[in-house]
């Protein structure tokens, strides 16, 4: 409470200020110049008719003699070019404006998307765990393959028996066996007879050996006689 007796009036709230991360409305900005480029246009076409009308009539007056209303033709004829002259220079100003415009905006856009696809990069490197976690990753990923690798021939070894000779003497005697195996071969090529010529399959025709002649039937004579020789001789 104040002490005479008035009570003290508020404060007025302050504006708030304006942020400067907030981006400018191009868009609007686009929009008010192309407006004012049409406005521009609809006013240098009334303008053309202006001029077309101050012509004709400074020939009328030019037919008639007036001379003088002529030339005041003429005057405003110049006066009204010269406004068009200056509508031109502002047109192509806002032209350019506008064609600067929709550059930055399509410049915003762009840097929109770049800092949008640099954040998730920078998010998924992140997850990853950053570069040199990934060169780890990798690190450990070639050394389980050749870890991999040399299981892998260790368990393609061959083993050595228990109680088996040695390596060397087994190839010994193999050589031996395969020394001794080829004197068999050369001998057995050496003793082998010539192979004898293949028989013909038809049977070979022989001549038929003259028949023993018929025996002469013996006399009663003869006979005696043969008996006679064949005791004499034992």
């Keep these: 409470m104040n002490l005479f007796g008035r009570k003290k009036a508020p404060d007025a709230p302050q504006p708030a200020a304006p942020t400067t991360n907030q981006p400018p409305d191009n868009k609007a900005a686009i929009t008010k110049v192309r407006d004012t480029l049409e406005t521009i246009t609809k006013r240098e076409e009334h303008l053309h008719r202006k001029i077309?009308?101050?012509?004709?009539?400074?020939k009328q007056f030019s037919t008639q003699g007036k001379k003088r209303e002529?030339?005041?033709?003429?005057?405003?004829k110049k006066m009204i070019e010269k406004q068009l002259d200056q509508l031109g220079n502002t047109k192509f100003t806002l032209e350019t404006q506008q064609a600067q415009l929709e550059q930055m905006n399509m410049n915003q856009e762009a840097l929109g998307a770049q800092r949008e696809a640099a954040r998730t990069m920078q998010r998924?490197?992140?997850s990853m765990g950053g570069v040199d976690a990934v060169e780890?990753?990798?690190?450990q990923v070639e050394d389980g393959l050749a870890d991999a690798n040399e299981i892998?021939?260790?368990?393609?070894?061959?083993v050595a028996m228990p109680g088996m000779e040695d390596e060397d003497e087994l190839l010994a005697e193999l050589e031996g066996l395969?020394?001794?195996?080829?004197?068999?071969e050369l001998g057995a090529v050496e003793l082998e007879a010539p192979a004898m010529p293949a028989m013909p399959s038809a049977p070979i025709?022989?001549?038929?050996?003259?028949?023993?002649?018929?025996?002469?039937q013996m006399t009663d004579e003869e006979r005696e006689l043969a008996e006679l020789e064949q005791s004499m001789a034992m």
């Design 124 to 126: 998924q490197m992140q």
């Design 178 to 184: 395969e020394a001794d195996g080829l004197a068999d």
């Design 136 to 139: 780890e990753t990798m690190d």
């Design 70 to 76: 002529a030339l005041q033709c003429i005057k405003r």
């Design 52 to 58: 077309d009308n101050e012509v004709k009539n400074a």
């Design 205 to 216: 025709s022989f001549p038929s050996a003259p028949s023993a002649p018929a025996k002469k």
């Design 152 to 158: 892998a021939e260790a368990l393609g070894r061959s």
